[in-house]
């Protein structure tokens, strides 16, 4: 069973419609959160690699620009996922109120 399955019981009302557009609006910003938080990540690992004087430095440095790519994917697997879910929902939801029409 589909967490949104509970969508296609009653009529769909207009504040439904409302909070399945904010869904999507917090998901992509979501992802953008994820993007902003990897990409300081690399920037900072890529500074951290400008001073081989010290050496935590540099394993700090090489530590975070995988990390940060990691960071990146993780957004937008989740992202992706998520945004799955909604259109399965609005699918869902097309079918049932054109089957009620």
């Known amino acids: 069973m589909d967490?949104?399955?509970?969508?296609?019981r009653d009529e769909l009302i207009l504040r439904d419609e409302l909070a399945i557009?904010?869904?999507?609006?917090?998901?992509?910003r979501t992802l953008l959160s994820y993007v902003r938080s990897g990409l300081a990540a690399v920037v900072?690992?890529?500074?951290?690699?400008?001073?081989?004087?010290?050496g935590?430095?540099?394993?700090?440095?090489?530590?975070?620009?995988?990390?940060?790519?990691?960071?990146v994917g993780v957004g937008y697997q989740r992202y992706a996922s998520m945004r799955r879910s909604i259109e399965k929902v609005r699918r869902k939801?097309?079918?049932?109120?054109?089957?009620q029409e």
Do not use: C, K, W
Not at 21 to 28: M, P, V
């Open 56 to 71: 935590v430095l540099m394993y700090m440095g090489v530590a975070l620009i995988p990390l940060g790519i990691a960071m």
């Open 44 to 54: 900072g690992g890529i500074t951290f690699l400008h001073f081989p004087q010290n």
């Open 21 to 28: 557009d904010r869904t999507l609006l917090a998901n992509e």
């Open 3 to 8: 967490i949104y399955d509970r969508f296609l």
């Open 93 to 99: 939801l097309s079918t049932h109120v054109g089957a």
